[in-house]
């Protein structure tokens, strides 16, 4: 029972892992703003822990759970390169219009 309990933790781990990068590469919209943001270099740093992740635990995890790692590995860095590849104007809307939000702030700010 505690080995199930353990395989359903550790799937559920990668599962939140894997949705906090998506919010980072701005594929989903966070649940407090609800915008849609872009922060490729978070993305990157959480990419980075499930490769040490699935490094740390390579014998000692089941065959499900090293697949389903993998794949969650693999479709993030797909989506990464994707949007790496995206320029400032391929960025989210709701991205955009905070970058020209905070621009114009900080003319105000310069004005004062």
Known sequence: MNEDKNKQLFLS??????????????KLANPMS??????LEGA???IDMLDMLKEKSANNISDDE?????QVIADLKLNFVEE?????????????????????EKKEEAKD
């Open 66 to 70: 090293k697949r389903f790692l993998e």
């Open 44 to 46: 990157q740093v959480t």
């Open 84 to 104: 790496k590849a995206k320029g400032p104007s391929d960025a989210p809307a709701d991205e955009i219009e905070e970058k020209n939000d905070t621009a114009e």
């Open 34 to 39: 609800g915008k849609i943001e872009r922060e």
């Open 13 to 26: 781990l990668i599962y939140s892992f894997q949705m906090q990068t998506m919010m980072q590469l701005g």
